[in-house]
């Protein structure tokens, strides 16, 4: 694909093959890697990423030879970064979602886009559009992003974006309708240079598969290690702590999954109990999934091997992309960037 240069010719050229890819994305707050796979999928090269913590940076390097190039989001230098058709960005959530904006009310500390560190990310996004200006992005976060403080917060970036220079497309898709047997709803936001397509594309996100293609027994192993069950201990901890909810008139506690259905959402905290999915054991307490278990939830294959610990992988698959979902939204972007290049 012939890409934009009027600006982008004083930065790097792209390297690693990527002369010869579909398109060529970058990967902004890359954690281990789901949005590069879908994207990958699709033919694209990756040209740039950009991750902070040093565990998903290890797991990154397994699965695709090398860390990311940046580490802080806030000391690249915005010149540096190679030309690319597309800018894929998972940025951090926890200052917009209902438990991360919880805990921060209880700390007394700012949630949204008063954040001090995630929730000004968008900010510093908005500023990589307009200074590379790629055709079009691709972002990622929790669907409560987008009614948080009465829509408000919403606004505040629809707005970020189009005074950018971007249509802006947004909508919440749940995961369990590309592939993976988990209910995981999250906002996909798409953009496309005004410059180049116009205020309106013509992009629509792909239409969701409801019938279910997996369910949570397709996932799990043979085998799993007698250690991923709950001890007696912590399995009367968790029921304990369900019945007093239950008598507040409350649901929280402990999830059971069923085997032939799909589960809650895996979270980043699943390593401290797993109780939002518990597999179910005959005669026997109920387990965690393991982590490997917990990866196939998510989309990602076997061949990509588990580098760190079990909690560290936890945290990056319950913080990870669904790499499926990436791809099919990915997808329909890469129709309006090949449209507006083949058309004449």
Not at 31 to 58: Q, T, W
Not at 251 to 261: C, E, H, R, V
């Amino acid at each position: 694909m012939e890409r934009h240069r009027s600006k982008e010719q004083l930065r790097t050229g792209v390297t690693g093959g990527a002369e010869e890819a579909r398109f060529t994305f970058i990967d902004l707050f890359a954690g281990i890697g789901g949005f590069r796979i879908g994207l990958e999928r699709l033919g694209g090269g990756c040209v740039y990423s950009v991750e902070r913590d040093k565990f998903a940076r290890k797991t990154y390097a397994a699965w695709f030879g090398g860390e990311p190039e940046g580490e802080d989001i806030n000391h690249i230098v915005h010149a540096e970064i190679p030309a690319h058709d597309v800018l894929a960005a998972g940025f951090p959530c926890p200052a917009f979602s209902k438990a991360g904006e919880s805990k921060r009310r209880s700390l007394s500390r700012a949630s949204g886009l008063a954040a001090e560190k995630d929730g000004r990310h968008i900010f510093t996004l908005a500023g990589i559009l307009e200074e590379c200006r790629p055709s079009a992005f691709i972002f990622e976060n929790v669907m409560n992003l987008l009614d948080r403080d009465r829509g408000r917060t919403w606004n505040v970036i629809h707005s970020l974006l189009l005074d950018a220079g971007y249509s802006v497309f947004a909508k919440v898709l749940n995961s369990r309708h590309f592939g993976v047997p988990q209910s995981r709803e999250r906002v996909m936001i798409v953009g496309f240079d005004r410059r180049r397509f116009g205020d309106d594309p013509g992009f629509r996100f792909p239409e969701p598969d409801r019938r279910i293609r997996s369910v949570l027994f397709c996932i799990l192993e043979d085998q799993p290690d007698p250690k991923y069950t709950l001890s007696d201990k912590l399995w009367g901890f968790l029921q304990d702590h369900r019945a007093k909810h239950a008598r507040n008139g409350n649901g929280f506690g402990f999830s059971l999954a069923q085997l032939d259905g799909i589960t809650r959402t895996l979270s980043a905290r699943y390593y401290k109990d797993g109780s939002e999915i518990l597999v179910p054991q005959p005669c026997d307490n109920p387990r965690k999934l393991t982590p490997r278990e917990a990866a196939r939830l998510m989309g990602f294959p076997d061949e990509l091997p588990i580098v760190v610990s079990d909690t560290q992988a936890y945290r990056q698959f319950g913080n990870a992309v669904v790499p499926e979902m990436v791809e099919r939204v990915g997808g329909r972007v890469l129709e309006i960037l090949e449209r507006n290049t083949t058309a004449p």
